[in-house]
């Protein structure tokens, strides 16, 4: 350890320099340790829960009805959710069994209608082809339609 230091120049007596706290300071205290572990009991397994779908449902990638699906779920289906993962009020987190993982509406869950996701109406117009009694009553239709023009045409003195 230095303690001192002496300054010599020409002409004049040694003399002592002033020594300064570094010099003379003893042997610092090691550094503090970091921050004490949390105990992993204190910490434990995440919460969770295994739900059966009551209804068809879908795992989002953002709590946000109108973003990307993640999964579609159909009726039935057994997710394990999160209840302790921070999430927006009517979401939570939840994994499917396949391992995919995203938001599900908590309404869902419940089993009700989720009043923000906007489920199209079926219609009641029967979708596919006509039938060929169906076409022919079309035809026959129609040409009755050009018989009326024709005939209201013809008498109409203009």
Known sequence: VLVGALLVSKGEP???LATTAAMTATPSKPPPSPVAPIPSAAVGP???H???LPRR???YV???PAGTRAARLRRGHV???FPDFPSPDGWALATSEKGTVGFIS???LEGRADPR???PRRSSRRRGRRSSKAKRSAGKQAKSKVRTRIKRRSSNPH
């Open 14 to 16: 040694p003399r002592p």
């Open 46 to 48: 995440p919460t969770q």
């Open 50 to 52: 295994t739900v059966t």
């Open 57 to 59: 449902s879908a795992l």
């Open 62 to 64: 953002r709590p946000d």
């Open 79 to 81: 997710v394990t959710v």
């Open 106 to 108: 908590t309404h869902h």
């Open 117 to 119: 996701f906007r489920t």
